[in-house]
């Protein structure tokens, strides 16, 4: 059974910076995709970013230059560096991990005032 963790949410200002993390439980971190999605009041369910095992990386056009996926397969972690926040980056960011199926986090929620 996988499990992950999210944490690093918060308030922020806009145009500051807040890292969040995602850790995982269980052997298939290092050979799954992992990705954070977001989802902004009354809105879907979106894709942020996504890094498979070999370290390729993913980012929804909204967030190219400022956001950065990375992982550590050492400590089962994948971050994400969000810089230049703006107050439409708002919302609960989940992580997601997948091999042969989708494990979701509880989500870790972003305020950005402006």
């Known amino acids: 059974q996988v499990q992950l963790v999210e944490s690093g949410g918060g308030l922020v200002q806009a145009g500051g910076s807040l890292r969040l993390s995602c850790a995982a439980s269980?052997?298939?971190?290092?050979?799954?995709?992992m990705g954070w999605y977001r989802q902004a009041p009354g809105k879907q369910r979106e894709l942020v970013a996504s890094?498979?095992?070999?370290?390729?990386?993913n980012y929804a056009d909204f967030v190219k230059g400022r956001f950065t996926i990375s992982r550590d397969n050492a400590k089962n972690t994948v971050y994400l560096q969000m810089n230049s926040l703006k107050s439409e980056d708002t919302g609960v960011y989940y992580c997601n991990l997948f091999y042969r199926g989708g494990y979701w986090g509880q989500g870790t929620r972003v305020t950005v005032s402006s």
């Open positions: 890094i498979t095992s070999g370290g390729s990386t």
């Open positions: 269980g052997s298939i971190f290092r050979v799954s995709v």
